[in-house]
Antibody, heavy 127, light 112 residues
Framework: EVQLVESGGGLIQPGGSQRLSCEASGFIVSNNYMNWVRQAPGKGLEWVSVIYSGGTTYYADSVKGRFTISRDNSKNTLYLQMDSLRVEDTAVYYC?????????????????????WGQGTTVTVSS | QSVLTQPPSVSGTPGQRVTISCTGSSSSIGAGYDVHWYQQLPGTAPKLLIYGNTDRPSGVPDRFSGSKSGTSASLAITGLQAEDEAYYFCQSYDAALSAHVVFGGGTKLTVL
């Protein structure tokens, strides 16, 4: 079964650090584009970061320079290292697999589809 | 404030048809980028509902349909059922921004 399971959330003081993990089963993390998406309380979804299968990474402007996405191929696990945390980083953090989808004529849809999501892990930044 | 604009809430009674709009701009949906829709049931992770503007993954009932025109997209739900009560998010891309993808703010569907 294709599945993602996040862990590592908790209560952190402003300025602190935390590392989130996302363990995959049923597929190989390093063969896919993998993302972190967050949802602040009562708010919509916000894309946070992506790591391509080739290792290239991108970040939302709101977390650039503070968050680092990585993966451990031997553990088939995705990570998000969060440093210099702020109150506004409080959210449920989801990892999501991104994949290309095509129409009947072979045209690839853009953007890609987030077709597998984890159940989320809650990060609360508060003093 | 989300790049893609959705109504905060919609409601309907069982059996009715409801629609949820997702309005972008000339650099997102209007530029030809595709729209995907996700359903988030209470306390659960988002689930892919519609991809490529109109297509349904296997297992999604045909009561759910999507469309796209100009700078907007819509999700329609016919034969509304109690279990459809959830949040619905649209997703696309905006070439004017540095974000990898953009999401709508989400719409809460209430089945009365």
């Amino acid at each position: 079964e294709v599945q993602l399971v996040e862990s590592g959330g908790g209560l952190i003081q402003p300025g602190g650090s935390q590392r989130l993990s996302c363990e995959a089963s049923g597929f190989i993390v390093s063969n896919n584009y993998m993302n972190w998406v967050r949802q602040a309380p009562g708010k919509g979804l916000e894309w946070v970061s992506v790591i391509y299968s080739g290792g290239t990474t991108y970040y939302a402007d709101s977390v650039k320079g503070r968050f680092t996405i990585s993966r451990d191929n031997s553990k088939n696990t995705l990570y998000l290292q969060m440093d210099s945390l702020r109150v506004e980083d409080t959210a449920v953090y989801y990892c999501a697999r991104e994949g290309p989808y095509y129409d009947r004529s072979g045209h690839q849809f853009a953007p890609d589809v987030f077709d597998v999501w984890g159940q989320g892990t809650t990060v609360t930044v508060s003093s | 404030q989300s790049v893609l604009t959705q109504p905060p809430s919609v409601s309907g009674t069982p059996g009715q048809r409801v629609t949820i709009s997702c309005t972008g701009s000339s650099s997102s949906i209007g530029a030809g980028y595709d729209v995907h829709w996700y359903q988030q049931l209470p306390g659960t992770a988002p689930k892919l509902l519609i991809y490529g503007n109109t297509d349904r993954p296997s297992g999604v009932p045909d009561r759910f349909s999507g469309s796209k025109s100009g700078t907007s997209a819509s999700l329609a739900i016919t034969g509304l059922q109690a279990e459809d009560e959830a949040y619905y998010f649209c997703q696309s891309y905006d070439a004017a921004l540095s974000a990898h993808v953009v999401f709508g703010g989400g719409t809460k569907l209430t089945v009365l």
